[in-house]
């Protein structure tokens, strides 16, 4: 009978791994351990300052706040989403549409060579001239 030779390097290599596992997994721990910590260090030392207001009166200027309600707050960040989300998209779409019409219009001369322009623009120029 002969004896393959693998099941006495299998050993050692297995309690490698098993030590490399526990080491990855020990660091990891650590990693989780100083990530919340920092975190939770943050909010108990942010309070505790906190506590040193507390009941007491502070004098600031911040009449152009208190003059904005919360519906007030919320509408004018609903709208400014919105604008910064159409620009977004209208910057988007106008690139897909530079996009597609070079590729189609390359497509075109390959199947065709001899094949005359449409007169179609590329992109939406001649929306932005019709714009006030």
């Given amino acids: 009978m002969v004896d393959s030779g693998g099941s006495s390097n299998e050993a050692p290599s297995m309690a490698l791994n098993t030590k490399i596992?526990?080491?990855?997994?020990?660091?990891?721990?650590?990693?989780?351990?100083?990530?919340?910590?920092?975190i939770f260090g943050i909010f108990y030392f942010g309070f505790d300052?906190?506590?040193?207001?507390?009941?007491?009166?502070?004098?600031?200027?911040?009449?152009?706040?208190?003059?904005?309600?919360?519906?007030?707050?919320?509408?004018?960040?609903m709208a400014g989403g919105g604008v910064m989300y159409g620009k977004s998209q209208n910057k988007r779409r106008?690139?897909?549409?530079?996009?597609?019409?070079?590729?189609?219009?390359a497509l075109e001369l390959e199947r065709d060579p001899q094949r005359t322009s449409s007169g179609l623009p590329r992109t939406d120029a001649h929306l932005e001239e019709e714009d006030p």
């Fill in 94 to 105: 106008k690139a897909e549409a530079k996009r597609l019409g070079s590729r189609i219009e």
């Fill in 21 to 38: 596992l526990a080491i990855q997994g020990t660091i990891q721990i650590i990693k989780e351990l100083l990530k919340w910590g920092s």
């Fill in 49 to 77: 300052c906190l506590k040193q207001y507390a009941g007491k009166q502070t004098v600031g200027n911040l009449s152009f706040l208190a003059v904005l309600k919360i519906d007030q707050v919320l509408a004018y960040t």
